[in-house]
């Protein structure tokens, strides 16, 4: 199994606090109940589950378990998910809005449940979630927001002034009986308690191609007779999810802070702002800051935002050098909420979850609840507000994701347009998407001189990808793919990796 662990692009301030067990790598074939694609919190909740219901499962995660998308993430436990009620109220009605807010607390409450009854050392620390704001045209939002939530039965209250940051806000939403804690602590030691007795955790091990009662990796098969993909946006073309959830990146920052702040905090305006602490092992306390979104593959803003974060952090909470930089990505459902369940209401299909909108902790514990419902042939009641087949792929899809390539191709090149022709161009440290023989590279010249470089054109179908100078990865604009330098694939919808064209 290919080392990862100190890769650019897999150095979070999570994954480098975390011991955690290896797993194999899947060799030959081998016949479970259920299949599951990806190793995070959706996948590994979602086994752990199955087994509690008697169902035997193997999960296949490509890389390392827990420290993709759940080890880049900010790691809330919150069913406060900044200025959201009012919102799926007026999209779904008031009864699903509530059904939503209900699911989120049950998600907070079954982690907890979860690492106390398997022992696992996650760091859960009670903490009050905080959205706030310092502009006035938001104010009349966060009172909104307050009555919602309150009419759901969640549990919000209106604060202003002081509410334990460094500076006063003119309003904010308060949630009581929140928490926050280590993610890959957290999966990693719910995914230790999976294998045995017919169930198994594989590493790894890439699907490559798959069915809905098979899938097949490099190394063997798992034939199943339902298949899970947690894999943050289904692999591939299914359910066409790519042009329902859009990528979207953040940057996130990590380090020691003088001043602690008593809560989990996220702004309403822009710059974004979400932070929240950890103490580590030596009682220092860490800031994890994430800053604005942006889309994947935009190095100038992504560069922009770093800097930003890391000024906010240093001015507001006496930070010290800033230890830990890394880009997170996430998908925004075209509705407001989630798609999770079958992918398909008509004959076969895959369980799948995606589009959680940054909010994937309390969200991805609930898609696994709902999977684990659905392929055990039990109903949910919260799939009223879920349902993955609720969005039907529109008619003229595919002119979409054309039109959707050919934006990305402008956006990017015009980025380009300012940068190196050719490799001798390159200085040490840079990258480039240039036009070599008629085809577009992707290439980066390391601090050595050495030259890496790929394929511009994702595999997934089609755009052009964006270099990532903080992970130091390509990352596609249009439905947030990422590939290391090498080509490799990070995580999909991609599965295939960008052609290689030179090393050297």
Not at 56 to 68: K, L, N, P, S
Request: hydrophobic share 40%; with cysteine.
């Amino acid at each position: 199994m290919p080392d990862v662990t100190g890769a650019p692009q897999n150095r979070t301030y999570w994954n480098e606090t975390a011991a955690v067990p290896s797993f194999p790598q899947l060799s030959g074939d081998i016949e479970v109940d259920v299949a599951i694609i990806g190793g995070g919190i959706v996948g590994i909740t979602t086994a752990r589950l199955l087994k509690d219901m008697g169902q035997r499962v193997a999960v296949i995660e490509a890389r390392r378990v827990g420290q993709q998308v759940t080890g880049k993430s900010t790691a809330k436990m919150s069913s406060q998910h900044g200025i959201t009620y009012q919102t799926l109220e007026q999209k779904f009605g008031e009864d699903r809005a509530r059904l939503y807010g209900e699911a989120q607390e049950w998600g907070i409450r079954k982690i907890a449940e979860l690492a106390r009854q398997y022992g696992i050392q996650a760091d859960i620390e009670p903490m009050p979630a905080f959205t706030y704001t310092n502009d006035e045209s938001y104010v009349s939002q966060i009172e909104k927001e307050v009555e919602v939530a309150q009419r759901l039965g969640l549990p919000a209250t209106l604060m202003r002034g002081d509410i334990g940051l460094p500076f006063d806000v003119l309003a904010a939403i308060r949630f009581d009986n929140q928490a926050q804690f280590h993610p890959v602590r957290y999966v990693a030691g719910l995914a230790a308690t999976v294998p045995g007795d017919g169930s198994h955790v594989f590493e790894g091990s890439r699907a490559v191609n798959w069915e809905p009662t098979r899938v097949v990796t490099g190394q063997g098969t798992v034939c199943a007779r339902a298949v899970v993909m947690a894999t943050h946006l289904p692999l591939g073309q299914v359910g066409m999810y790519y042009a329902m959830a859009y990528p979207k990146a953040e940057p996130v920052v990590a380090a020691p802070i003088g001043r602690v702040p008593p809560g989990m905090y996220k702004n309403a305006e822009q710059p974004g702002h979400s932070i929240r602490t950890h103490r580590n092992e030596n009682g220092q306390v860490y800031g994890i800051l994430a800053g604005t979104h942006f889309k994947p593959g935009h190095p100038n803003e992504e560069q922009e935002y770093i800097k930003e974060i890391e000024a906010w952090l240093t001015e507001n909470f006496d930070a010290g050098p800033i230890e830990y930089r890394w880009i997170n990505e996430d998908y925004t459902p075209m509705d407001g909420a989630p798609f999770i369940g079958w992918s398909s209401s008509v004959g076969d299909g895959y369980l799948v979850a995606t589009g959680f909108n940054a909010w994937g902790i309390s969200n991805g514990t609930v898609a696994a609840q709902i999977i684990a419902d659905l392929a055990s042939g039990r109903e949910n009641p919260w799939l009223d507000v879920f349902d993955a087949t609720r969005v039907k792929p529109v008619a003229g899809a595919k002119e979409f994701v054309q039109g959707n390539a050919e934006a990305a191709s402008h956006l990017v090149g015009g980025y380009l347009s300012r940068k190196p022709k050719s490799f001798d161009e390159l200085e040490p440290g840079h990258a480039a998407i240039m036009k070599i023989d008629g085809e577009n590279i992707a290439a980066f010249k390391d601090e050595t001189g050495k030259v890496h470089a790929v394929s511009a054109v994702c595999t997934h179908i089609g755009c052009l990808v964006g270099w990532n100078a903080t992970d130091r990865t390509w990352d596609c604009p249009c439905h947030g793919s990422r590939f290391e330098l090498s080509g490799e694939v990070i995580h999909g919808p991609a599965t295939q990796p960008l052609g290689s064209k030179i090393t050297g």
